[in-house]
């Protein structure tokens, strides 16, 4: 049973910095990809960043580019989400999955197991 657990969310200012950290359990993941995304109240889940687990490719959505970035720590089965100049429009929960396969992709459905998730909120 693969388990996903974030942690590192909390309230942040606009402009400020917070590090997720999504630590996986149940197996050894040295292929396939993670993936972090985030769902506002009202909104659907939407693809953030993604990186496979062998040579660490990565792909981030428009949002994020150039302020987050997705690392991972294959040691320690661990994925990390360094997220910088935060804007109000981040606001949301984020959470972490895993996927089968090395492919990057940006659908929810692609992704086979899930975290619970972790929230994250930048005030103005």
């Known amino acids: 049973q693969v388990q996903l657990v974030e942690s590192g969310g909390g309230l942040v200012q606009a402009g400020g910095s917070l590090r997720l950290s999504c630590a996986a359990s149940g197996r050894t993941f040295s292929s396939g990809a993670m993936a972090w995304f985030r769902q506002a109240p009202g909104k659907e889940r939407e693809f953030v960043c993604a990186?496979?687990?062998?040579?660490?490719?990565?792909k981030y959505a428009d949002s994020v580019k150039g302020r987050f970035t997705i690392s991972r720590d294959n040691a320690k089965n661990t994925v990390y989400l360094q997220m910088n100049s935060l804007k109000p429009e981040d606001t949301a929960v984020y959470y972490c999955a895993a996927a089968n396969t090395i492919v990057l992709l940006t659908p929810p459905t692609a992704y086979d197991y899930w975290g619970q998730g972790t929230q994250v909120t930048v005030s103005s």
């Open positions: 990186i496979a687990w062998s040579g660490g490719r990565t």
